[in-house]
């Protein structure tokens, strides 16, 4: 759930089969900052014949720096 201000719905059924939906305010907060766990070394390799200056180039997704950074929001590693 992102963070702010959000609306969520309480669900209530009893034992009559009775059934309640109540709206409720969220205030969602993150105090807990994400933790980035990076690689120290990164080898890329640029092919070409570098003839012309800023021809070559290398694209490099961040996924390749990451070593297991997450976040304890969504409890889930980003890495491999």
Excluded: W
Aim: positive net charge; contains cysteine; aromatic residues 2%.
């Amino acid at each position: 759930m992102p963070e702010g201000i959000q609306i969520g719905y309480i669900n209530a059924i009893d034992c009559c089969g009775n059934i309640t939906k109540k709206r409720v305010v969220l205030n969602v907060v993150d105090r807990v900052p994400p933790q980035a766990i990076c690689r120290s070394v990164t080898t890329v390799s640029i092919n070409g014949n570098q003839t012309l200056t800023g021809s070559n180039l290398a694209k490099v997704r961040a996924e390749s720096f990451d070593e297991g950074s997450l976040d304890n929001a969504n409890h889930t590693s980003t890495s491999k």
